[in-house]
């Protein structure tokens, strides 16, 4: 994969990139950072038609964009691609050449607490008593119930799910090997929940951002409260059972702290600039003020303030509302341009239908 010089892209925006959205690892915040760049700079978004998300069951196929209304006038003319599917390579590659790929990964014990929680699978599995552990105690009776039940995907390796290792291949070790060697051929960044803030600086350092592209307003936080506390015993039973995102994880945290190394001697300076840039964007439009070493504070506490500048509305709009809007920027644009690439002046004119959006307040 291309290095952080790549020569051929020296010193433009990166415009072309796909964000794979994993579940329960904080890729909704990212995705909506995908989501603003791709309206500010009025990129082409290949955006679901009808609902949030793609089809999140089997593999990304090209045809699931929608109806042609949705797309661009030749196969390769999106820009920037950010909701939740499972990972294709070709097929994604079919719809934006020349991406760059990034995803975002979570300690595999955490992100399956946080999913069992979020999905209420003790409530929807009628799980008695301690739910994950009673869970983990019988887990081929509960499997075997998922039929209907929301997020069932994430029952078990749910990142490796979502990346693209079929179901069947959870437990060949060879075949979950081989996919880690492939995601590590095809993937230009792997983000970490944990380290979320050097993630957004190794990712500005790729795509040759701005630090005001990649500054953010977290979404989707839990309060503490609503989070359970896990044994060592506990913890250790999770991530036997979630054996493939165990390694997928470890290889790819390895892989993170070299790409830190390889970022150079000023990369703890521009952490630094880049967190003082987020104290100051959270002083100017949240109610609570965060901690100095935890940037966002938690959900229940995040209010944008009443007189808050209109950017603080803006970094607030969720991913599902940005969806939204670039999905009627498509339907504005196909509309107006007539598949727009009929034009020999399509770039003039994509740039003027931007901005007379930007105007009436579509964008």
């Not at 690439?341 to 964008?363: D, E, Q």
Request: hydrophobic content about 40%; aromatic content about 12%.
């Amino acid at each position: 994969r291309r290095g952080f010089d790549d020569p051929a892209h020296a010193g433009k925006p990166v415009t072309k990139a796909i964000f794979l959205k994993t579940h329960k690892t904080g890729s909704t915040t990212t995705a909506a950072i995908f989501q603003r760049f791709a309206l500010a700079k009025g990129l082409e978004y290949a955006a679901p038609t009808g609902d949030h998300d793609y089809i999140v069951a089997e593999p990304f196929r090209a045809k699931m964009v929608g109806a042609s209304s949705l797309r661009p006038s030749k196969a390769g003319a999106f820009d920037i691609m950010a909701n939740h599917y499972v990972y294709d390579h070709d097929e994604m590659s079919r719809l934006v050449t020349g991406a760059t790929f990034v995803t975002i990964l979570r300690e595999p014990v955490s992100q399956f607490e946080s999913a069992f929680g979020y999905y209420e699978w003790a409530r929807r599995l009628a799980i008695p008593g301690d739910a994950i552990d009673a869970f983990l105690n019988d887990t081929d009776a509960y499997v075997a119930r998922r039929r209907g039940v929301k997020g069932s995907a994430q029952f078990r390796n749910g990142q490796m799910f979502d990346l693209g290792l079929p179901v069947a291949n959870m437990d060949d070790s060879g075949a979950v090997a081989r996919k880690i060697a492939r995601l590590d051929r095809e993937l230009d960044l792997v983000m970490l929940t944990e380290h979320y803030d050097e993630s957004l600086i190794l990712l500005k350092k790729r795509l040759r951002w701005s630090y005001g592209d990649i500054v953010y307003l977290k979404q989707g936080v839990r309060p503490k409260s609503s989070r359970v506390q896990l044994s060592p015993t506990l913890r250790a039973r999770i991530r036997k059972w979630n054996m493939a995102d165990a390694a997928f994880y470890e290889h790819f945290n390895a892989t993170f702290w070299r790409k830190v190394a390889d970022y150079g001697p000023e990369f703890d300076a521009d952490l630094a600039t880049f967190r003082a840039i987020l104290s100051e964007t959270y002083r100017n439009c949240i109610n609570t003020v965060p901690s100095t070493d935890c940037c966002m504070p938690s959900l229940a506490t995040l209010a944008v303030k009443a007189d808050a500048p209109s950017t603080c509305r803006y970094l607030d709009e969720n991913s599902w509302r940005l969806t939204n809007k670039l999905r009627t920027v498509a339907v504005v644009k196909s509309v107006l341009l007539g598949y727009y690439a009929l034009s020999p002046f399509s770039g003039i004119t994509r740039t003027l239908v931007h901005n007379i959006m930007l105007f009436v307040g579509v964008l």
